[in-house]
């Protein structure tokens, strides 16, 4: 792994792993490293928040955990849960034996029957500190957000049975939002914070040139021009970047070195993902796009 001694070497290294990052997300991510201090990233859906976890994980060489949030997760899927069928096998199997009965169930009460979900395999992860990457949290319960405070606080769970239990090596956190509700103070004030926003029509071309080097400059300029364009539309889903470069390689796949009004015809629906604004954007005057008829 590379040294990491200030954040502008960050967007060196950023860029070789095809990611566009700017000095100010540079710097959230070289202080969450340097003081392994939670970062929560916010912003649109599509524009890499939770890419740059998985990017992280190849720069440092170490595992990726995810935990993947939704309205009703709990700590059996979050945490941890039992193996109750492996209990009731060993309960069965200790009946002639001579342990008491508070031994018995500390047997069964032991590691060998825990299930270990995203939030403990990464305080218990042994060989290296992991990237644990809690995405999209604003789709929880506040209940679950509270949970998570003693986690990005002290990096320890509570398991009853068992104990407390703390990492082994602290894992690096990122935790992204659409911030389709509000998340806690209390959360907040426990990690770093950045906005990421849709990117201007120069930073986005950089971020498609990147990730497909083999497009032409004028298929490439249409494209993001479109795309930066449908997002002053009233849209009832704005494209993110992810839906730019699914564009752009959908039309390279077809063949198309340009976009002509057909092939933006055909195409819609790899940038597009709601019928009626599919509707709305065929409707519109294609010379509004630049592209011609």
Not at 27 to 51: D, S
Not at 188 to 195: A, T, V
Not at 220 to 242: A, D, I
Request: charged fraction near 30%; hydrophobic fraction near 40%; proline fraction near 4%.
């Amino acid at each position: 792994m590379q040294e990491i001694k200030h954040p502008s070497s960050i967007i060196e290294i950023l860029e070789k792993h095809h990611y566009v990052a700017d000095d100010e997300f540079a710097t959230a991510l070289f202080l969450l490293l340097k003081l392994q201090k939670p970062l929560l990233i916010e912003g649109p859906p599509g524009v890499g928040k939770t890419e740059i976890a998985l990017v992280l994980s190849q720069i440092l060489e170490t595992k990726l955990i995810r935990l993947q949030c939704y309205e009703g997760l709990d700590i059996n899927a979050a945490v941890y849960e039992w193996n109750y069928q492996k209990q009731l096998l060993g309960i069965k199997l200790q009946e002639d034996s001579p342990f008491s009965i508070e031994e018995k169930e500390k047997h069964i009460f032991s590691y060998e029957y825990l299930l270990k979900r995203p939030l403990l395999q990464s305080i218990m992860e042994e060989e290296k500190a992991p990237v644990l990457l809690i995405d999209e949290l604003d789709r929880s319960d506040e209940e679950f957000e509270a949970f998570l405070l003693e986690l990005l606080s002290a990096f320890q769970l509570s398991i009853p049975e068992i104990g407390t239990i703390k990492a082994t090596h602290k894992p690096y956190v990122v935790l992204t939002s659409n911030r389709t509700r509000e998340l806690s103070d209390a959360l907040k004030r426990r990690c770093l914070y950045h906005w990421i926003d849709y990117p201007d029509m120069e930073k986005e071309m950089d971020i498609v040139r990147k990730r497909l080097p083999g497009i032409e400059q004028k298929l490439l300029e249409q494209v993001v021009s479109c795309v930066q364009q449908f997002r002053q539309q009233k849209l009832s889903k704005t494209p993110g970047v992810s839906e730019t470069i699914d564009w752009a390689e959908s039309l390279m796949v077809l063949g198309y070195r340009e976009m002509n009004a057909e092939a933006f015809k055909k195409t819609l629906g790899s940038v597009l993902k709601s019928a009626e604004d599919i509707d709305m954007i065929r409707s519109a005057d294609f010379a509004e796009f630049n592209i011609a008829t």
